[in-house]
């Protein structure tokens, strides 16, 4: 049969996902060289629909190339947990994996998934099984599969969380690659006899033409920003009760500077659903994508760009079609913010959850503050508490009847109460530098500093306590969501930053290019009379973004077409 494909028209990954025999490729040959410390160039794509990512540490690579060495090669692995739920004792576990096999940190992403930096070549079998002795996993956590689905994080919030998180892990369970290799390469399974016969339902042996990405939210809350999603659930309730989900699809943040045919998109409304024909809805628009997405060009190969190029009629005919009968109707639907809501909320069912600030995202111990340390001891102490990570890079500590234990180990080690401005709680940030291969400019190890700047000019203007949505990303890849933000920096290179204005609180509309290539000293210069005039003109309950598109400081962004780099 690849006698028959002509790859020359095909990205390459298309080759490579094909000959790898269904996700083996060289895996187990690149983990036993020990003259490097990386992977085989074809298996750091294969490695990814396990979870891992090849990186090294940038900040030392001018001094390894002056010494004749090759990168400081290490992985990152991310941890599929659909819902962002775990157990006191996966906590402990992912935990004590950081310590022994990784950074020392937790990294919590804006998929609700862990992940571990820094794990060298011949810590990454013991740390996935190690994974996988948690009853967690890593397959599917990244690469053209669906990746970790999302859905609403509080429990507290309504009583339709566990209706959204069950419907997340029936989603991710029914979407994982069916292929062997996982268990064989990374547990020590044995080989099935003639594993080139094995069939992936699904996906096939080639799998997606890129990655897809699924979400569930509870109205009025957009934390799983939906709209950013392949495809998006989104629960419609009448009386207490579950009617079904509006459906949304085809959104994606990912672009790409200097090519406009790469843009982001937001997901449209494209009807209704009973929560019983979800799941099968799920794989159909996954099919409708596998069948008829781009695998030419991988900058156009996600949904975003399969629905643009047909249209959006053909592709809600072409689901239609695939699921043997029409979608409902849309039902009627709002939501108010995307950002998380910090503090205590006790829920209908009496019990309490905590909703926590982790500064982009990262769980880690310095010197002002014991935050892994603090994280540890309640997963010790507090048996009936889930963890749970919000799409937000932050954490909800839920569902315990112990509130009092919790206070005071949060106490003891400063992590709540927490004072916290209205711009800090809405920030986002993702890795980037060091050990991003993508980043051109930092973001997690930068943004605090600048938030901190950027809240002087605030108080100035008794706007401290005014929430604004900000976010920052080392590239235009979206990772962060950036382009949702009210304030959005994207990194162009070394400390200079592109500044998008005008998305609004609730994640449903794009923000727009202010101003290219700005130094730290010019973003500030160029925000604080934008702040001062949101200060003195700003309507009653008027958000940021809504007021710098009213003023006319940037316009609106209609669609992902129009939008400029």
């Keep these: 049969m690849s006698d028959t494909i002509d790859w020359s028209k095909l990205a390459e990954v298309e080759r490579i996902k094909y000959e790898s025999n269904y996700l083996r490729g060289t895996l187990e040959e690149s983990l036993a060289d020990e003259v490097t410390g990386a992977i085989a160039a074809d298996d750091t794509q294969l490695s990814k629909f396990h979870g891992i990512y090849q990186q090294h540490d940038r900040d030392l690579e001018k001094e390894r190339k002056r010494q004749k060495l090759e990168p400081a090669f290490s992985f990152l692995i991310r941890v599929r ?19 022994t096999h990784a950074n020392g940190t937790l990294k919590l992403t804006t998929r609700q998934a862990f992940q571990l930096h820094g794990v060298i070549k011949k810590n990454l079998k013991p740390t996935i099984r ?45 979407l994982t690659p069916q292929t062997s290799a996982y268990h064989e390469i990374w547990l020590d399974k044995q080989k099935v006899a003639d594993s080139k016969t094995e069939v992936e339902p699904i996906y096939g042996n080639r799998y997606l033409p890129r990655k897809f990405k699924i979400g569930v939210a509870i109205p ?33 943040l990912g672009s790409t500077f200097g090519i406009p045919e790469a843009y982001p ?82 829920g209908a069912d009496g019990k309490w959850s905590l909703n926590l600030f982790v500064e982009g995202g990262r769980v880690k111990d310095t010197d002002t503050l014991q935050l892994k340390t603090a994280l540890r001891e309640v997963a010790e102490q507090v048996k009936d ?26 106490s003891k080690y400063g992590v709540w109460p927490m004072p916290l401005s209205g711009l800090r709680q809405n920030t986002i940030a993702c890795v980037a530098l060091n050990t ?23 108080e100035e203007y008794d706007l401290l306590k005014q929430e604004i949505v900000i976010r920052m990303t080392g590239c235009p890849n979206g990772c962060g969501r950036p382009y949702l933000a009210e304030i959005g920096f994207i990194g162009k290179s070394l400390g200079h930053y592109n500044l998008y204005l005008g998305g609004n609180f609730n994640g449903t509309r794009l923000n727009t290019l202010y101003k290219e290539t700005l130094s730290e000293e010019e973003i500030l210069a160029e925000l604080r009379p934008i702040i001062a005039d949101y200060a003195t003109s700003r309507e009653e309950g008027e958000s940021f973004g809504d007021f710098v598109i009213r003023k006319g400081y940037v316009k609106e962004t209609k669609q992902g077409k129009d939008f400029k780099h």
């Design 220 to 252: 009025p809350y957009n934390d799983v920003d939906i709209f950013s999603q392949d495809l998006g659930f989104i629960a419609i309730e009448e009386d207490g009760k579950l009617l079904g989900y509006n459906v949304t699809a085809g959104g994606g």
């Design 130 to 174: 190690g994974i996988n002795e948690a009853l967690m996993d890593t397959i599917a956590a990244c690469g053209d599969v669906n990746r970790n689905v999302m859905s609403h994080a509080n429990p507290a919030e309504s009583e339709l969380h566990a209706a959204v998180y069950k419907l997340a892990g029936d989603i991710s369970a029914h």
């Design 385 to 410: 508490a889930q963890f749970i990570l919000t799409g937000n890079q932050n954490l909800i500590i839920a569902g315990t009847s112990d509130k009092d234990a919790v206070n005071r180990i949060m």
């Design 81 to 99: 947990l659909p819902g962002g739920v775990a157990s006191p004792a996966q906590w402990l576990q992912m935990d004590q994996l950081a310590d």
């Design 265 to 346: 998109r937001l997901a449209d409304v494209i009807g209704f659903c009973t929560p019983e024909q979800a799941v099968d809805l799920a794989e159909k628009i996954v099919l409708v994508q596998k069948d008829h997405g781009d695998r030419t060009n991988r900058k156009q190969a996600r949904l975003k760009y399969t629905i643009d190029r047909k249209g959006l009629n053909w592709f809600k005919a072409e689901v239609n079609k695939y699921l043997g009968y029409e979608l409902q109707p849309a039902k009627p639907f709002k939501f108010i913010r995307n950002g998380d809501r910090y503090g205590w909320k006790q």
């Design 436 to 458: 991003c291969g993508l980043a051109f400019a930092e973001a997690e190890r930068y943004l605090p500093s600048l938030v901190g700047k950027i809240e002087t000019i605030l």
